[in-house]
């Protein structure tokens, strides 16, 4: 296992693009800083370009440097439910993060996977990574290595395996509204 997370650490130094376990589902993801990876990316995924994608962080230190100064509620989610099946969108500094990645918005999702694997990946990277479910876009999401589509597998520099735990999509809530707006049950319930 550890060949397999330092060599993915090696592809995304390299601008390449990995699949990967999380504790929600298999994510696709490379550096969110190689603007031509993240091209690459949305092309190979068939996503398009107005729909963000999520971003996966290592700490809650990270998140606040891509974070616009995060309110009062960004904080407290993130200390209550990361890391963990939450993705928090809420006001991001444009200049560090991609257009395409905010969907040419204002506003990022971030979240810290309850995950050994790509938590280890994201901090030897030093930079976030990208984290979309491992499927073409609209096709079911996979949470077991055998659920991945073989055509997208290919178009890959490297699947690292590994097993999910949630089994289950994030929640994601919309914190640049008041009040917060969940956009997406998944995992996360709030009490």
């Known amino acids: 296992m550890e060949h397999d997370i330092q060599q993915a650490i090696q592809i995304l130094k ?31 995924r068939r996503r398009p370009l107005r729909q963000a994608m999520p971003v996966l962080v290592s700490s809650i230190e990270m998140a606040l440097t891509y974070f616009d100064s995060p309110s009062d509620i960004v904080r407290r989610l993130m200390e209550d439910y990361w890391p963990g099946a939450l993705t928090i969108v809420a006001p991001c500094r444009k200049e560090l993060i991609y257009s395409p990645i ?44 055998e659920d991945l589509d073989a055509e997208l597998v290919r178009l890959v520099d490297l699947v690292v395996p590994g097993n999910c735990t949630v089994k289950q999509a994030s929640t994601v809530v919309d914190c640049s509204i008041d009040p917060y707006r969940i956009i997406r049950q998944g995992a996360v319930r709030f009490t």
């Open 14 to 44: 390299d601008g390449g693009i990995i699949i990967y376990p999380t504790d929600t589902a298999f994510g696709i993801g490379c550096r969110i800083d190689y603007h031509a990876a993240v091209d690459r990316l949305f092309k190979l």
């Open 102 to 145: 905010r969907g040419s918005g204002q506003t990022a999702g971030l979240r810290m996977p309850n995950h050994d694997i790509p938590l280890k990946i994201i901090e030897a990277a030093g930079v976030p990574v990208l984290g979309p479910s491992a499927n073409f876009h609209g096709a079911p999401t996979p949470y077991r290595v």
